[in-house]
């Protein structure tokens, strides 16, 4: 059978990747798996909706946030997490810009039109890139050459033919 489901976080060329990310939404997806939850200790104001999850022991969580981006999106979600006070049960591994969530049913679905809009948190820091420097030595046929590295030549000490004792 088939399912219905969608990605809240960001819209998306053809196919559902990083690079294909057109723009957000306008929300941000939040996924709760821990049996038990009290929903009622979310504060509400803050909230855009929520309702039962698809296996129906967590909750699926929608905040409303502008200026959100694939830079600033783990940011984003560490603050209104936190605010939120869901830091211990959101589920980690449905953290993902392009994450799926499939739409169930609730009949007790909660949706507040007035909630909180977030402002995205930027504080992307980029990963250094290192750039790895290789020396090109050329001498002459005959000469001494003398470096402070070790120069190979070839593998053989890395070659293990079973059988064959060295």
Do not use: M
Request: aromatic residues 12%.
């Amino acid at each position: 059978t088939s399912l219905l489901a969608i990605t809240y976080n960001f819209t998306f060329h053809t196919k559902k990747l990083n690079s294909n990310i057109l723009s957000d939404t306008g929300y941000l997806y939040i996924d709760i798996d821990v049996p038990g939850f009290d929903i009622s200790s979310l504060d509400e104001s803050k909230v855009y909706a929520y309702y039962k999850s698809f296996g129906g022991e967590g909750y699926s969580i929608l905040v409303r946030v502008s200026g959100l981006s694939l830079d600033n999106y783990k940011s984003t979600l560490i603050s209104i997490v936190k605010e939120l006070g869901l830091n211990e049960v959101y589920d980690t591994g449905a953290a993902k810009a392009t994450q799926y969530s499939v739409l169930s049913y609730d009949p007790h679905i909660y949706i507040n039109e007035a909630s909180t809009v977030f402002q995205a948190v930027n504080n992307f820091v980029p990963t250094p890139i290192v750039i790895k420097k290789e020396e090109t030595y050329t001498i002459a046929i005959g000469t001494k050459f003398q470096s402070s590295i070790d120069i190979r030549f070839d593998n053989l000490n890395e070659i293990d033919v079973e059988g064959i004792v060295t």
